[in-house]
């Protein structure tokens, strides 16, 4: 007689909720139909399918039978399981088994055939009425997220969903009056396909989104700010806000440049200056009130900034300029960056970041800003007009201060001052050149009391002559930028 197979009723998708009120989902299945003979055996499979991010941490199910059609039930690792080194246990007796994976987390297990159930019939049972309840099933995540599951054939699946829902990217670049425009959106997690639509303000006139791509052309100039909502099949959404700022062709733009240099160059937890217009409607530094437990504000007034989809931290704000400090999380490559001024989000600009940035700050005249052991500044006479000076001298211990050197040990968490409790010391080997000689390197490390702001210090090289001489630094393959001048007098 040939084997029957235990066959599931059409195709039904169930989503388990944990913690739910609701009587637990249960599929019943049931064998195929036959001729009326009485006994034999069954299997079913449970199986994994596609696994992906987050992977299954614990599957169980319990199965409900009539202990006068089944005499055993049992139930084996599957090939897949078996695989990566898990197993299946049951517990139970006479009309129900609970049985669970085990050893399941987040390592890797294959799609195929998890566990197979067997059942063999009760000689007293016509397979054509003979059935069982898979009662209960539930999948979830090491954190407790359900996983769907869905039935068809002879076969359970459990198939992973990916992690939360996300749209990308966090913004969005501007455009000039009369141009052409696109861009696409794109989301992860949930379960495709996906319902793109805009649920709230309006885009820039002449754009539309569908199937998430942004495309049409710029037809009014201004700051546009509008919603977005993505819904995927099994219900979960996400929203996010955007704002494209349409400007004339050729009209400037904000600009980006190292907040010590002021050319070009930024690198994570370095200082940046924003040049451009209509940037704030105040000017005025941060307060000491507004450095709240040593955390320099995201927010001066109604002004924002945020980098790479993360607020950066704020020193000076004006019409025509913004000094702000990178997170040291922001990506390497180039990264969107926007002003939000009086809640009013402004173009998205993009930023170029690399692993380091090193640059001096400066003092007028383009001189490095350097000082003496005492703190007082390394420079010649009236560079600052009623305030007396001296030049670095020859053998001399002196200190540059800098920005962009890169991650120091131990590390500072991003926007803090720099504690004073131990030295936090720069963990890229460097070397410092004055009028072209290797001058000596004594250390590096973020100020103490400061945030983002490098004290480098070097010894004068002991043949160097009277003048003003260039200083560069070179640290992982990057100089400063050139024309930086030292003066020093015997």
Not at 331 to 351: A, E, F
Request: charged share 10%; aromatic share 6%.
């Amino acid at each position: 007689m040939a084997r029957p197979t235990l066959q599931l009723l059409g195709f039904l998708i169930v989503h388990v909720v944990a913690h739910a009120q609701s009587a637990a989902p249960t599929l019943a299945l049931h064998l195929s139909p036959a001729s009326g003979a009485r006994g034999g055996g069954a299997t079913f499979d449970l199986s994994l399918v596609a696994p992906g991010s987050p992977l299954p941490a614990s599957l169980q199910w319990t199965l409900h039978y009539s202990s006068a059609d089944f005499t055993v039930v049992t139930a084996i690792t599957g090939p897949a399981a078996a695989a990566a080194g898990k197993s299946v246990s049951c517990v139970g007796g006479s009309g129900s088994h609970t049985c669970v994976v085990t050893g399941l987390n987040a390592q890797t297990i294959a799609s195929g055939v998890v566990a197979t159930v067997l059942l063999n019939i009760s000689p007293t049972a016509l397979n054509t009425t003979s059935s069982v309840e898979l009662a209960q099933p539930a999948a979830s995540t090491v954190d407790g997220r359900p996983l769907p599951l869905a039935s068809i054939g002879n076969l359970l699946t459990i198939t992973p969903v990916p992690a939360t829902l996300k749209i990308t990217p966090a913004s969005l670049p501007g455009g000039s009056l009369n141009s052409a425009y696109q861009q696409i959106l794109s989301v992860t997690g949930g379960m495709p396909p996906y319902m793109w639509s805009v649920i709230g303000g309006v885009p820039p006139t002449g754009l539309t989104l569908f199937a998430g791509v942004l495309q049409g052309s710029l037809a009014e100039t201004g700051t546009f700010g509008f919603l977005v909502e993505v819904r995927d099949i099994a219900g979960a959404t996400i929203r996010r806000a955007f704002a494209i700022s349409v400007h004339q062709a050729g009209e400037t733009v904000a600009n980006v440049v190292n907040g010590a240099s002021f050319q070009p160059g930024a690198s994570p937890g370095s200082w940046i200056t924003i040049q451009g217009s209509a940037l704030s409607s105040s000017t005025r530094r941060a307060r000491p009130a507004e450095v709240f437990n040593g955390l320099l504000p995201t927010q001066l007034d109604d002004v924002g900034v945020t980098v790479d989809g993360q607020r950066a931290f704020l020193s000076y704000i004006s019409p025509e300029q913004i000094n702000a400090l990178l997170p040291n999380s922001v990506s390497l490559g180039t990264v969107p960056l926007q002003i939000v001024n009086n809640l009013i989000p402004g173009p998205v600009i993009g930023v170029t970041i690399t692993p380091l940035s090193p640059s001096f700050f400066t003092w007028p005249g383009n001189y490095a800003s350097a000082t003496h052991a005492d703190l007082s500044p390394a420079a010649k006479a009236r560079v600052f007009e009623g305030f007396p000076t001296l030049p670095a001298r020859p053998g001399e211990l002196i200190i540059l201060w800098g920005n962009g050197f890169g991650p120091v040990s131990p590390p500072v968490p991003s926007g803090f001052l720099t504690p004073a409790d131990v030295p936090h010391t720069i963990n890229t080997p460097l070397l410092v050149k004055i009028g072209g000689a290797a001058a000596e390197f004594v250390g590096g490390k973020l100020s103490p009391g400061e945030a983002g702001v490098y004290q480098i210090a070097v010894r004068v090289p002991a043949s160097a002559p009277n003048g003003d001489w260039p200083v560069v630094v070179e640290m992982g393959g990057v100089s400063s930028p050139p024309g930086v001048l030292l003066t020093i007098q015997r």
